[in-house]
């Protein structure tokens, strides 16, 4: 089954590169440079963290519980 996480949104502007990226989770995000390249890596990075962050949240309630020896 296929989920959609993110969308993204690319726009050029006066001289400068508009990034918007969507997603149920954090809502809008906007990112602006005048690079193209450098406007794709921080959104790369933004939805990297974002996603090891909900990874490892998930983790922590996939994990079994631990008895106590007793």
Do not use: A, N
């Amino acid at each position: 089954m296929e989920e959609t996480l993110y969308d993204i949104e690319i726009y050029k502007g006066d001289g400068i590169y508009i990034g918007r990226i969507f997603s149920d989770i954090e809502g809008v995000k906007e990112f602006r440079s005048e690079h193209l390249d450098q406007l794709l890596k921080e959104i790369t990075i933004d939805i990297q963290m974002s996603l090891e962050e909900f990874t490892s949240r998930s983790d922590e309630f996939t994990e079994p519980l631990e008895e106590e020896e007793g």
